[in-house]
């Protein structure tokens, strides 16, 4: 049967992507019949009540999910589409309690007008008591009008009356409603550089973030999506080059483990360590479920990773009969590193450490400067399962998410990155994102969005 899915207004290159995952992690396949980027309305095709209620219990980026009893441009055509999609199921529904809601997008309705649109349903034969709170049934009627942000993108005309109607059988909402509970505003323990908790909670339904897998993010930082996936169930470890983002300055509250706290997850955190992603301890075998991660950019600092720079000899340093690297406060030496380069050591970790079908959700930067060309980074052992972005205007940030394919099949790479980036010496030379910002007079800008976003 077909079902009506009510997203939330907002992130719409993320919404669809997410509620496909969701239907993963349900165990359901469906179709996307009828999608407008500009509408809250998507028309899906579910196996049943059950697959659509337990995939839009997951969703964060929609509201609600709705069998669908018919639609029309008008509302001649919609009662003739309810007659002709539900006729068969009024009687399942005759002497239930129920009630009729109007909701119009991007419209109005006086409230006299709203009674008769009601009143023309008549011809159901609804015999229950009618109910406004906590009713058995709740029968939506739902209007679509073309709005201003559609208006001012595509030259489309606003209309007296709606596009499109719907009437649906509510079955069920989202838990949208978690993102107040992760509001960062607040946790116990966050930084500049935090993501939000919408965002960090879409990055681990992207991810397939569920009970009986393992999650970790190799830039935790103050752990925003290694807690949003523990939400769902997950297990979690972090790692940091600098063990300082995530052990915070107050020792007596822990840092990142404080937000489990906060949030009774205690039992799903196993640990964080300071560790390059290029030098894990980890050993060279699929055992995580999900890698979620926001890579640093570089931009207010060039990147660095573990190491001597080239040319440079090594130096041991003895204090006290003690090597350096053994004394307390030991800060390893680092060099120079390119963007492009972690990028691609992100895509090599995650093959050699996620099982099979196991996926990595992936933050990347992008500017809006049409004349250079970001590609998405792909490896032959990985499948791009989507790519959403999210605008500011000057520039852009991707979440890809990739699924680890089985040994024997590959992926398409013609349109992959060529660049090893691995050599240069200054930040500029090493990120070309940075360097297109920093070097056109944009620089100071684009910091304050990086803080404010971060």
Not at 25 to 36: M, V
């Amino acid at each position: 049967m077909d079902y009506l899915v009510r997203f939330a207004q907002t992130h719409e290159t993320f919404r669809v992507p997410e509620l496909e995952a969701c239907a993963t992690i349900a165990g359901a396949e469906i179709e996307i019949l009828s999608y407008n980027k500009f509408s809250p309305h998507c028309v899906v095709r579910f196996p049943d009540a059950a697959a659509a209620c337990a995939t839009i219990k997951r969703t964060i980026l929609a509201k609600d999910v709705f069998e669908l009893w018919g639609e029309g441009t008008t509302y001649e055509e919609l009662h003739e589409d309810v007659r002709r999609r539900s006729q068969h199921l009024w009687k399942d529904y005759g002497d239930a309690s129920w009630r009729f809601v109007f909701n119009c997008f991007s419209g109005t309705r006086s409230v006299e007008k709203r009674k008769e649109i009601m009143q023309s349903f008549q011809y159901m034969g609804f015999t229950g008591p009618i109910q406004m709170k906590n009713p058995d049934q709740e029968y939506y009627v739902m209007e679509e009008y073309i709005d201003d942000v559609e208006a001012s993108s595509n030259g489309a005309a606003r209309t007296e009356e709606p596009r499109k109607i719907f009437l649906g059988r509510r079955l069920g909402s989202s838990c949208r409603e978690d993102m107040i509970k992760y509001d960062l505003k607040k946790r116990r323990y966050i930084s500049t550089t935090s993501m939000d908790a919408e965002l960090s909670l879409v990055t681990a339904n992207m991810a397939l973030a569920a009970p009986g897998k393992l999650f970790f993010d190799p830039f935790v930082g103050t752990g925003s999506f290694i807690v949003c996936a523990a939400h769902f169930g997950a297990l979690t470890m972090g790692a940091d080059i600098d063990g300082r983002s995530f052990r915070g300055k107050d020792r007596t509250k822990l840092g990142v483990f404080e937000n489990f706290t906060q949030y009774g997850t205690e039992s799903k955190f196993i640990d964080t360590l300071t560790s390059d992603l290029t030098n894990t301890p980890f050993r060279r075998t699929g055992f995580l479920d999900g890698i979620v991660c926001d890579p640093p950019y570089g931009v207010r600092e060039g990147l660095r990773v573990l190491g001597e720079r080239k040319g440079k000899p090594a130096v041991n340093v003895i204090i006290d009969g003690i090597p350096a690297y053994l004394r307390p406060g030991f800060v390893p030496p680092k060099k120079p590193y390119g963007f492009e380069a972690l990028q691609n050591d992100v895509l090599n970790f995650a093959v050699r450490s996620l099982v099979v079908n196991g996926r990595l959700s992936m933050w990347m930067p992008i500017t809006n400067d049409e004349k250079v060309e970001f590609p998405v980074p792909m490896h032959e052992n990985l499948e791009v399962v989507s790519v959403s972005i999210q605008d500011f205007g000057n520039w852009a940030r991707r979440l890809i998410t990739y699924r680890r394919l089985p040994e024997g099949e590959l992926s398409d790479v013609s349109m992959a990155r060529k660049k090893a980036d691995d050599e240069g010496y200054s930040a500029d030379d090493l990120n070309a994102f940075r360097r297109v910002h920093m070097l056109r007079g944009h620089g100071t800008r684009v910091v304050e969005d990086f803080k404010a976003s971060k």
